[in-house]
């Protein structure tokens, strides 16, 4: 994965609460059981005219031009509810979401979304309100600014505000590590237990 510690980038505002796993990809849209492939079906329901189609519904916000190349997407509560699907994490990312800012997520999206190079950003509703107010106005500029690195996300203005992620998910999301090779780091603490064990018990090696 590509390490994450700092992205200033458009926002596309979707404020709606509980915006489930079949609404961010449809399960007509996975056609494949790779990570490839999704991005084109992202939003499917709400982003054509017709089911299986791809006539664009003009009113959807990702068929907006000043929102098409976003980056960072601003949700409303328990963000990717639904379904455990984890290709609705591989849509976003390869699409090119790098992060999500809602006031809070479902617990194994927010999981996928670590594992698969996306920062889960929990902040009050009525702050993204006021970032979402501030992007629709003015949206050829690329804002907010979401920084890892120190845990906040911050306007041009010189607003910012905190938010908190579990040192694990911190780790794999700025060093772009997977589970094995977050695992990996602990590759000679392992080899030590290994051969610690070993010498107790050396039957269970033959």
């Not at 976003?70 to 290709?87: K, T």
Request: aromatic letters at 8%.
């Amino acid at each position: 994965m590509t390490p994450f510690t700092e992205l200033t980038a458009v926002a596309m505002p979707l404020l709606r609460d509980n915006i489930d796993t079949d609404a961010i990809i449809p399960s007509r849209e996975m056609k494949s059981v790779s990570k490839t492939g999704l991005a084109d079906g992202l939003f499917a329901g709400w982003r054509y005219l017709s089911v299986g189609g791809r006539d664009r519904n003009p009113d959807f916000i990702l068929n907006d031009p000043a929102f098409a190349a976003a980056q960072i997407l601003l949700g409303g509560a328990n963000f990717g509810c639904g379904s455990s699907r984890e290709h609705a994490a591989w849509a976003l990312a390869e699409y090119g979401f790098r992060a999500i800012v809602a006031p809070s997520f479902n617990p194994i999206f927010r999981g996928n979304c670590v594992r698969n190079g996306i920062v889960p950003v929990e902040l009050p509703a009525d702050i993204i309100a006021m970032i979402a107010a501030a992007v629709v106005a003015k949206p050829d500029i690329a804002l907010p600014t979401v920084n890892l690195a120190n845990g906040w996300v911050g306007m041009p203005d010189g607003r910012a505000w905190p938010f908190a992620l579990e040192e694990e998910a911190r780790t794999m999301l700025l060093e772009g590590l997977d589970a094995i090779e977050l695992t990996l780091k602990q590759a000679t603490r392992i080899v030590a237990f290994r051969d610690h064990d070993r010498a107790l018990r050396p039957w269970v090696y033959l």
